[in-house]
């Protein structure tokens, strides 16, 4: 049952997964939130994780940096483990002036510069967007916390593009920039799937600003809760 890059065996990875991209923040996960924990992927220390969140059945995978990335794994895990709700957890940087520091996104869409998606579409220009009752699910878990956006997030391919594409994103209104839930969004369409992007605010493009040491922790936790709670309720 084992794939190149999942070595768990049927049954080991839960219905529900949360998909940090670094792994070892997957396991700071498994190890604060979650009881009866048993890990079932290490292959290129990419760590995955199965245990139990408030009685319910939940695991946690890490993905790594870029589209390409995370495609094989929400793939392998869609197709091979029989994962039916997937929600990414992460950071982005910021493009509005509304979006602060600290704050976190709800992705609604996610627009990209990369081909991936034309390639499955024969050129199409396919819009991939959140699972509804998830987004529902998150946005009412947070909905009596402060400095939480609904809205659209772009994923690009270059971390450190040179280019005028940033000001492109802002004229359309695009909250904030990250690397992943375009094709997490995509693929669930394409396997009917359900999944969802919650982003913690950590840089923001035009004012430079970066999230200190000190806050991350505690930011970081507010989107591992609404996730957590979305992902067995929603």
């Not at 059945?57 to 495609?71: D, E, F, K, N, W």
Request: net charge negative; hydrophobic share 40%.
């Amino acid at each position: 049952m084992s794939t190149p890059h999942i070595s768990a065996e049927k049954g080991e990875v839960a219905e529900r997964i949360l998909l940090p991209g670094d792994p070892l923040r997957a396991k700071w996960i498994a190890e604060n939130y979650f009881e009866n924990v048993k890990q079932y992927n290490a292959v290129r220390n990419m760590f995955g994780y199965t245990g139990t969140y408030k009685g319910e059945r939940v695991s946690v995978q890490g993905t790594g940096m870029g589209l390409p990335s995370i495609s094989i794994y929400v793939t392998e895990l869609f197709d091979h483990f029989d994962v039916q709700t997937a929600i990414r957890i992460g950071t982005c940087g910021a493009l509005l002036e509304k979006t602060k520091i600290g704050d976190v996104i709800i992705a609604m869409t996610a627009s990209t510069d990369s081909n991936i998606n034309r390639r499955f579409t024969n050129g199409l220009d396919f819009a991939p967007h959140a699972d509804f009752e998830l987004l529902r699910a998150a946005y009412e878990a947070s909905s009596e916390l402060p400095n939480i956006h609904v809205g659209g997030v772009a994923s690009m391919d270059y971390f450190y593009d040179e280019t005028d594409s940033l000001q492109k994103l802002i004229a359309h209104g695009v909250l904030g920039v990250e690397m992943e839930t375009s094709q997490l969004y995509s693929i669930a369409a394409r396997k009917q799937r359900r999944a969802l992007s919650i982003l913690t605010v950590s840089d923001h493009i035009i004012t430079h600003e970066s999230m200190p040491a000190i806050d991350r922790e505690k930011s970081l936790n507010t989107m591992v809760e609404i996730a957590l709670s979305a992902l067995i309720k929603g």
